[in-house]
């Protein structure tokens, strides 16, 4: 407890004039004892302030380090989480590509697969279709053969009149599977009473002197009937050789032409740029021959043609407007004119 600076000088005042100069002494080093006192105490209170102040922000320094430290670790666990997170990303990455790779080597052993197959197909096409041409070329063969005994059948019956015509032909014969238009099914008026020789190739011409007064003009649908022959004018981009046997395969064969009216009659459908006929000179150039076997006993050339043009032409085309044309066999002509013969 202090006491009023006033109060002392007032005792002061009282004493001196009460008291003696030793007691004043006395009192004054007293008062500086007080004063001392007071100040040391100021002085101690200032520094336990200070130091409480100073724990205060240790603790709050320690707190904030222990929240520091405590976010570090957190940062840290999180730190780890990621690179665990990214290490197992990377695993699956790598286990993509593997699977990936495998895939990749799945489709090409797949694509190899299918190559071979599609090589098998080919090869199996090639040799069907070898086995069937062989079966046409067997076929025309025994038709030829039919058409031999024909002829001598026919020969025999002029030999001996009592066979009615009607019973002269089996109509088994008439109406012969797959390719009548091969058939010789008459013998000319002047065949000789044996029977005649006929051309040594496979192919055989077709004979249009049937028996007087009949009709054979029967076709198939789509096709078009003249002088007793039937004609298909197919249309669509083919070499001279896809024609040929797209005629085949409609049981006909490339057309020969052997008159001015049955060339009139086919320029009437002939492709404006141009079809194939089945003329050629494949064997000894120059020297055309039809695919019948038929003789070229009729031409209507181009003025210039034939001209053997270009890389060699081997095969005929007749023109837009009908005349012809040898040309490159394996030019793509929209046009392609097959016959076959009619039924009576
Ligand atoms: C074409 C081709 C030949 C033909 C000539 C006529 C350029 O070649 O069609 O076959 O002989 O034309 O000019
Ligand atoms: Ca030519």
Not at 88 to 107: G, P, S, V, W, Y
Not at 122 to 135: D, P
Not at 175 to 204: F, I, K, Q, R, Y
Request: net charge negative; hydrophobic share 35%; glycine share 6%.
């Amino acid at each position: 407890m202090e006491e009023h600076p006033y109060s002392d000088v007032l005792k002061l005042h009282r004493r001196r004039r009460c008291c003696r100069p030793g007691v004043l002494t006395a009192l004054l080093a007293l008062m500086m004892t007080a004063l001392w006192a007071g100040l040391l105490t100021l002085l101690l209170l200032w520094r336990w302030d200070t130091v409480q102040n100073l724990k205060q922000l240790e603790d709050t320094a320690a707190l904030n380090i222990s929240q520091v430290s405590k976010d570090l670790e957190r940062y840290k666990g999180d730190q780890m989480a990621g690179r665990s997170q990214e290490a197992q990303a990377l695993q699956t990455m790598e286990e993509i590509q593997a699977e990936q790779r495998r895939m990749k080597d799945q489709d090409s052993e797949l694509s190899q697969d299918l190559d071979g197959l599609r090589e098998d197909l080919t090869n199996l096409k090639s040799q069907g279709l070898n086995e069937r041409r062989a079966a046409l070329t067997s076929l025309e063969k025994l038709q030829e053969e039919v058409s031999k005994l024909w002829v001598e059948l026919r020969v025999a019956n002029a030999r001996t009149p009592k066979v009615t015509p009607g019973k002269m032909l089996p109509p088994t014969l008439l109406t012969v599977p797959l390719v009548p238009t091969t058939m010789s099914t008459t013998v000319p008026a002047t065949a000789p009473a044996t029977a005649p020789t006929l051309v040594s190739t496979t192919a055989v011409p077709l004979s249009l002197s049937s028996t007087p007064g009949s009709m054979c003009d029967t076709c198939p649908e789509e096709w078009v009937s003249f002088q007793r022959k039937c004609y298909y004018f197919g249309e669509g981009a083919k070499r001279w050789i896809q024609a040929r046997y797209a005629c085949s395969d409609l049981h006909g064969r490339l057309v020969s032409i052997h008159s001015q009216e049955e060339q009139d009659f086919l320029a009437k459908y002939v492709n404006k740029k141009g079809s194939w006929i089945g003329l050629r000179d494949l064997n000894i150039e120059g020297e055309f021959v039809w695919m019948d076997g038929s003789t070229l006993d009729y031409s209507n050339w181009r003025p210039g043609e034939p001209n053997n043009g270009g890389e060699g032409e081997d095969c005929v085309m007749m023109l837009g407007f009908g005349q012809w044309n040898d040309a490159f066999c394996n030019t793509h002509l929209e046009g392609w004119m097959c016959e076959r013969l009619a039924t009576c």
